[in-house]
């Protein structure tokens, strides 16, 4: 239970400090080396974690390590283009997201969101399924908003205003977007279960452990 409780509060102190970190290095004012390191950190920490894991552990530790002496071998010109590897972070982010919905609407596949209803509170009627597809459409477009004003404001405003966008306005954002549906959905089915934000998390952790293992 404590090792647990220690391992939330780490994941916690991690999605509070790593985007205050990377917003504090976007300041054209700071040590390049720090945001070249903060910018490609995340990356390297999850490469790793995936090669860790991998029924080819040695084989993928070693293209890692590889990976890891090409960017010392690039380090001046990532200092150079460190926010160009934060934004690559948060278009991947959304574009993967994008697609995640968006291929679930291509015709003979089940929308997203009616398999996390499903998932969750058992078969969908009709009218219900309907709604669950409307809802994969609205965060479909939604994550695709996400990335185009994000590409928008990357290459036409300052890198701290863009800063400021990626790294603060995300979540808070995500969490208006779920805040918005559920009222709709309170208003359009208000004789169904209501899936909460850690329900939608659930079932959308649940889906993917689901597809990988397939």
Not at 8 to 37: F, K
Not at 117 to 136: D, F, I, K, M, N
Not at 182 to 200: C, E, K, N, Q, W
């Amino acid at each position: 239970m404590l090792l647990r409780i220690m391992r939330w509060l780490g994941i916690a102190a991690l999605v509070v400090a790593y985007p205050l970190l990377a917003h504090y290095t976007n300041n054209p004012a700071h040590d390049p080396r720090l945001g070249a390191a903060v910018s490609v950190a995340p990356i390297i920490v999850i490469v790793l974690i995936l090669a860790w894991h991998s029924q080819r552990r040695v084989l993928m530790l070693s293209l890692v390590a590889l990976s890891c002496l090409l960017i010392v071998v690039a380090w001046p010109l990532l200092e150079s283009h460190f926010g160009l590897v934060y934004w690559l972070q948060n278009i991947g982010m959304y574009l993967i997201l994008f697609a995640t919905f968006g291929r679930t609407l291509l015709a003979g596949r089940q929308p997203l969101c009616t398999r996390f209803s499903e998932a969750l509170y058992g078969q969908s009627t009709p009218r219900h399924a309907r709604y669950t597809h409307q809802v994969t459409v609205a965060w479909t477009l939604f994550f695709a908003a996400m990335a185009l004003l994000s590409t928008l404001l990357f290459f036409l405003a300052p890198l701290a205003i863009w800063s400021v966008f990626a790294n603060f306005l995300t979540l808070p954002l995500v969490a208006l977007m779920f805040i918005v549906e559920y009222g709709i959905r309170r208003s359009v089915l208000p004789d169904t279960g209501h899936m909460r934000f850690f329900d939608a998390v659930r079932a959308f952790r649940d889906d993917a452990k689901n597809a990988a293992s397939r």
